[in-house]
């Protein structure tokens, strides 16, 4: 039934100092990897950095596209163009929020002025 537990019939494992090599740098970056998320995440955000995730499907394809000569479905191309555009826009969005042109407001010191003294006279005639 488990004959595969049987060590006499597994064959021997022949062990390569470039397995060995190719597995100690893929742990290596890994750690580096991990490591890194939660500066990543404090300078930016959670939603960038998973964004930027996605984006490394877009070199796994091209890769298998241009070294591999494999061939890609449409819906590889579709789902790329959206991350991209989400990508994109979740940068413009947040830096824009930062500067306050998000939603085009560009009232002047004159008009916020006037919005709060008329926000708290209506505050005052209502109590």
Request: proline share 2%.
């Amino acid at each position: 039934m488990f004959k595969w537990l049987d060590s006499s019939t597994t064959p021997p494992l022949t062990c390569c100092w470039l397995a060995v090599g190719l597995m100690l740098g893929y742990n290596i970056f890994l750690f580096l990897l991990y490591a890194m998320i939660p500066v990543l995440v404090r300078q930016s955000s959670a939603t960038l950095v998973n964004l930027s995730f996605l984006t490394s499907d877009v070199y796994s394809v091209l890769f298998g596209i241009f070294l591999f000569h494999a061939q890609m479905s449409w819906l590889y191309i579709l789902g790329f163009i959206i991350i991209l555009v989400g990508l994109f826009g979740y940068t413009r969005a947040e830096s824009q929020a930062e500067t306050g042109t998000l939603f085009n407001v560009t009232a002047t010191t004159a008009e916020r002025q006037r919005l709060t003294s008329t926000s708290s006279d209506d505050g005052g005639s209502q109590a």
